[in-house]
């Protein structure tokens, strides 16, 4: 009889998969195609905000062009491994185990927060979207990555394969929510598929197909 595979929420699931997370950087960063990080400008000596930093794929950058950084995360594992990552950098890193729902952090407090790959854990996002427009400065820059994931893969543990919880959401929702929140939508790029693929502007109404990360730069 074939195993059955567990579900996990996004705590009990990084925990489990924290060991083994950094093999699939490559396939991660593919979701972005680079176009993540020239969106945050310059950010030297910056203040920001990594939410669901994981072990570091995106922290470790914001780092290495000297900004400022609090990464946040609600695995504790998965930060112990960004930990050891960062032990030997001039600039240290703030790390905290914390949910993104219920953000820990006085308001207008960063420059810019960011956050990828979290959202596909949330339920409704409106909550965390909220929490951000809370502990930025006024004028600053929020930038979250929303995949096209409906059905959440299987991960490889240590222990056999788990499933992290997750949620599908479309891309004129997150719009949608954002602008509720009094946020203005700054700039909005869609990684595809395929590099050769013609996107339809979202002002059109629609995307071409195979679009699979939304990534949206909102101003506070």
Not at 34 to 58: H, S, Y
Request: net charge negative; charged share 25%.
């Amino acid at each position: 009889m074939k195993k059955k595979i567990k579900v996990l929420n996004s705590e009990d699931g990084y925990n489990v998969v924290a060991d083994l997370y950094d093999e699939n950087e490559n396939y991660l960063n593919s979701f972005e195609q680079g176009e993540l990080v020239p969106l945050l400008g310059a950010i030297a000596n910056k203040k920001i905000l990594d939410v669901g930093a994981g072990t570091g794929r995106l922290t470790t950058t914001l780092v290495n062009r000297e900004a400022i950084v609090t990464a946040l995360d609600a695995s504790e594992k998965m930060l112990k491994i960004l930990r050891s990552k960062c032990s030997d950098r001039s600039r240290p890193v703030t790390m905290v185990v914390g949910d993104a729902e219920n953000l820990p952090f006085d308001n207008d407090t960063f420059d810019t927060v960011t956050a990828a790959f979290l959202i596909v854990h949330l339920k409704d996002p409106a909550r965390f979207f909220d929490e951000a427009y809370r502990v930025l400065k006024d004028g600053g820059l929020f930038v979250v990555t929303n995949i096209n994931q409906k059905d959440p893969p299987p991960v490889k543990t240590k222990e056999g394969q788990v499933i992290i919880e997750s949620f599908y959401h479309r891309p004129e929702k997150i719009r949608e929510i954002l602008e509720s929140l009094a946020f203005g939508i700054k700039e909005e790029v869609f990684i595809y598929e395929g590099r050769d693929a013609s996107p339809v502007p979202s002002a059109q109404g629609g995307l071409v197909p195979g679009w699979i990360n939304q990534i949206i730069v909102v101003k506070k």
